[in-house]
């Protein structure tokens, strides 16, 4: 029987997002990839920011498809840069509104400017491209109802996982699977810093090293707390479950209370310390988390090294499916970025599919934990959920209490990844 999708209006700007509905959930923002030249050279792509991403973008497509980019914006058109390009322009919106423009590819970053070029975009019909997972992993739900609406579609491969093709397999290979489990290690800044402390440096040290050859940002929050990884479970979430599903719901915890004792507890163990993201289901529930967990060492998520990525897909028909590879930097996400703009101009008939549903039901991620106490006793606990964790970091709740008898001072709790059974 046919089902009727409730399909929000084209929000007014100013709209805030809270009022907009979050029911629709696009896989339009997956397609099989492009094969004819002919259908790209015919149609203009506008580029929104041309910095480490951006540059990688233009000079792919300018190698690749000479003719097809018709605008770039960029902040300073002023600035020395390795993309040769005559004509750059510092209004952004001047490009989204160029009429020769059909695919606007945003790589700017952020929740401002760039929401509202990507809303405008959208707003006139136009193909989206974006590696922006922290509006991806906010506001993507809506917006892609907003594409469906104006008969555009939003694409963001790029936005997890950069070169790791895993938004395009949840919505084309696996698009009929019953997902029980997605997730892995998502961030490869802190995969980076939890390997140094591996081979021993301090954490300061690691996160410096990791600024200098440029995993980290100059203000790494985003990353040592896990927000970046929670972004991108949220987006995964929504494609594997087929159902909207937003960052601020998820239990997190970063990697920044995380000693060098601690990671040397768990390599004593054969244990790997990671921060892991996981989605999965538990009867009713979806429980999903970000946290520092110990891995055994022939784990897939203990596999990642330096800045790279691992992703888990467990399904019902397809089993055990492991993607892993480069998770960030320039190229590799300009790569992923490149396939949606191409399979933007081949796909621009193809209609957007929505699926109805509620909010993904979230409750946080439960494991056992690994306590290491001042006397260097090390206890583990029962499975306890991650919220229950983050409460007992401050006031050491009975669980705590009850397995610190005469051991003195808890130095750190860090949950034991267990798959499920
Ligand atoms: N870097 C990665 O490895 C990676 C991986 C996955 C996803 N992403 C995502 O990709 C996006 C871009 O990241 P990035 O690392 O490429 O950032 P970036 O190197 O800082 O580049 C940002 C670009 O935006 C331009 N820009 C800033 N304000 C502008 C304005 N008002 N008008 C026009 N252009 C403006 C900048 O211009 P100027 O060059 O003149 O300053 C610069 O070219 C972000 O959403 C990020 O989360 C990045």
């Given amino acids: 029987m046919a089902r009727a999708f409730f399909i929000p209006p084209i929000p007014h700007m100013e709209v805030p997002v809270q009022t907009l509905p979050r029911v629709l959930c696009s896989s339009e923002a997956i397609s099989s990839p492009a094969t004819s030249l002919t259908t790209a050279r015919a149609n203009g792509v506008g580029l929104l920011g041309c910095g480490t991403v951006g540059s990688g973008v233009a000079r792919r497509l300018l190698a690749s498809h000479p003719g097809l980019i018709r605008g770039i914006a960029v ?3 002023h600035k020395p840069r390795d993309v040769r390009w005559d004509d750059f322009s510092s209004d952004a919106f001047d490009v989204v509104d160029d009429p020769s423009v059909r695919v606007v590819v945003e790589c700017i970053g952020g929740l401002g400017l760039a929401r509202e070029l990507i809303l405008r975009a959208i707003a006139r019909g136009k193909d989206v491209v974006t590696a922006n997972k ?9 917006l892609a109802a907003f594409a469906a609406r104006t008969g555009a579609s939003l694409r963001y491969e790029a936005a997890v996982g950069g070169a790791i093709p895993i938004v395009r397999a949840l919505g084309g290979s696996l698009a009929g699977e019953d997902v029980f489990e997605i997730g892995g290690v998502l961030n490869g800044t802190t995969n980076f810093v939890l390997d140094a402390m591996d081979g021993g440096a301090e954490y300061a040290d690691a996160l410096a090293e990791a600024q200098r050859l440029g995993f980290a940002e100059q203000d790494p929050r985003s990353d040592v707390d896990g927000h970046d990884a929670a972004h991108k479970l949220a987006i995964l979430a929504g494609l ?19 000693s060098r004792d601690d990671v040397r507890a768990g390599a004593e163990r054969g244990l790997r310390l990671k921060l892991v993201a ?3 289901k538990a009867g009713d529930v979806i429980e999903a988390g970000v ?11 203990a596999r990642p090294r330096g800045a790279e990525n691992v992703v888990r897909v467990v399904g019902r028909g397809c089993g055990t499916l492991v993607f892993s590879g480069a998770g960030a930097g320039g190229d590799a996400t300009a790569s992923s970025v490149v396939a949606d703009v191409l399979a933007a101009l081949e796909a621009r008939e193809r209609g957007v599919q929505a699926h109805e549903g509620e909010d993904l039901v979230s409750a946080p991620l439960r494991a056992p934990v690994l306590v290491r106490f001042a006397s260097g006793s090390v206890v583990t606990s029962d499975a306890m959920p991650l919220d229950a964790l983050e409460a007992a970091a401050g006031g050491f709740g009975h669980v705590i209490q009850s397995l610190s008898k005469g051991r003195g001072e808890v130095q750190s709790m860090i949950p034991v990844w267990r798959d499920a059974a």
């Fill in 75 to 77: 902040r300073d058109p």
């Fill in 134 to 142: 922290d509006l991806i992993a906010t506001e993507g739900p809506w």
């Fill in 240 to 258: 594997a479950f087929r159902r909207p599903s937003v960052s601020p719901a998820l239990a997190r915890r970063g990697i920044g209370g995380i």
């Fill in 278 to 280: 996981v989605a999965r």
């Fill in 291 to 301: 946290t520092p967990a110990f891995v055994p060492e022939d784990h897939p998520f």
